[in-house]
């Protein structure tokens, strides 16, 4: 015997049914700003470790300059001790030029080492710069098109919560006032939810056990049944008919 739903029962199921999806929809428009901002976080990671990048590598041509200037300098000695060197009339003067010369040699050989040094870490900050000017091209690319279904999802979601509005104006206008009524309290109490299935004899939402006898009622799906505990509308989902019986082994 096939029975039919209480119409009313039918309309409060599918106007929490429209109230859920409108709840999801107005949570998700909610979080857009949280969402844009953690794009936005993202690009300016990307951003600040291409400005970190190309910051070590004007330190690095800078300290390079620095360093090339102190070779000019001593290379300028140098050259002046050369001169001196040609002048000198005795053999002292001569070893305390040839001495000077030494430390200034000494001295450009370890500053040209360091300049050798600077020239590989230019060599590496230069590819850091690259890497890091693509990763923040990558991450642009990423952000925008994040940015892109998420404005896309802003304009489904407005048009979704039209459409439900409407839906929802016609079930209310066809739902019996005082279910209504009680429907519209429950879902203020109950952060949205004045509906729930009964399953098991259970109350699914609250998990309270229901008295049999109101499980029995409730099984019917004819009349406004609340749940004793959280006063939600009660229905009931009816196992699907099986087609063909399940195989089993009968004993001998
Ligand atoms: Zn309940």
């Known amino acids: 015997m096939v029975r039919l739903m209480n119409?009313?029962?039918?309309?409060?199921?599918?106007l929490q049914r429209l109230d859920t999806s409108a709840h999801d929809a107005q949570r998700r428009l909610a979080d857009e700003p949280e969402r844009t901002k953690a794009l936005d976080a993202r690009l300016e990671t990307?951003?600040?470790r291409v400005a970190s990048a190309k910051e070590r590598l004007t330190e690095n041509q800078n300290a390079r300059r620095a360093i090339e200037k102190d070779?000019?300098?001593?290379?300028?000695?140098?050259s002046k001790f050369r001169e001196q060197a040609m002048a000198v009339k005795t053999n002292q003067e001569y070893h305390a030029i040839q001495k000077e010369i030494g430390y200034a040699q000494t001295e450009i050989k370890a500053l040209e080492d360091k300049i050798l040094e600077r020239m590989l870490e230019a060599d590496e900050l230069t590819a850091l710069v690259k890497r890091s000017e693509k990763e923040l091209g990558d991450e642009q690319k990423a952000v925008d098109g994040d940015k892109k279904t998420i404005a896309a999802e802003h304009g489904e979601l407005h048009s979704s919560l039209e459409r439900v509005a409407g839906e929802r104006a016609a079930l209310v206008a066809a739902l019996d006032p005082q279910v209504l009524s009680i429907f519209e309290l429950i879902s203020k109490r109950r952060n949205g939810v004045a509906v729930a299935e009964a399953r098991d004899g259970i109350c699914t939402i609250c998990h309270v056990r229901l008295r049999p006898q109101v499980f029995n009622n409730v099984r019917r799906n004819d009349q406004i049944i609340q749940c004793d505990s959280c006063q939600r509308i009660l229905y009931f989902v009816p196992a699907p008919a099986t087609a063909t019986p399940a195989v089993t082994h009968l004993p001998h």
């Open 7 to 14: 119409a009313d029962l039918e309309r409060v199921i599918a």
């Open 46 to 48: 990307a951003r600040q």
């Open 71 to 78: 070779v000019a300098v001593h290379q300028g000695r140098l």
